[in-house]
């Protein structure tokens, strides 16, 4: 239990301090920007109580919004999906598989399973936080644009974490 604790403690905080240190610091064609904190909410496990995964999202997001000055955009986007993924994963899975699995890994899903996972909760985590950020219409046309393009890149760059950091 206290073990399961520290590692997600060194999940949130390496999350967070790779957001702001080096993803923060990428915006490719000025449209694409990396949110690769998700993670932790996508990394939690099946069996984590609702209201606890709400109140880690919000931390987690008022984490980034602190360092980004971006006034609780990061904490809304996450607590939304951190609240639909309980629905998600039934969803797209089934009970058995989801009570005979502890966490949600390559290693222990499969990648179709994974990355059709992480593109659901990035794209609405994506979607949300942009058109937040924007907070107006004029301009929508772009921001869905930089919110699917930036969704993709993280989806890309969140399986690859599977692989490089994540191996059984």
Known sequence: MIINILKYALIFVVSVMLQVLVFNNILIAKMISPFFYILFILLLPFETPRSAMLVLAFVLGLSIDAFNNTLGVHAAASVLVAYLRPS???????????????????????????????????????????????????????TLLRAGLSSVFTIILIVLSQFLMFRK
Do not use: C, D, K
């Open 88 to 142: 998600l994963l039934s969803l797209i899975s089934s009970r058995e598989t989801l009570e005979s699995t502890v966490e949600p890994r390559v290693a222990n899903m499969s990648l179709q399973w994974f990355t059709g996972y992480t593109a659901f909760i990035v794209t609405i985590h994506h979607f949300t936080l942009f058109l937040l950020e924007a907070f107006t219409f004029s301009g929508f046309f772009f």
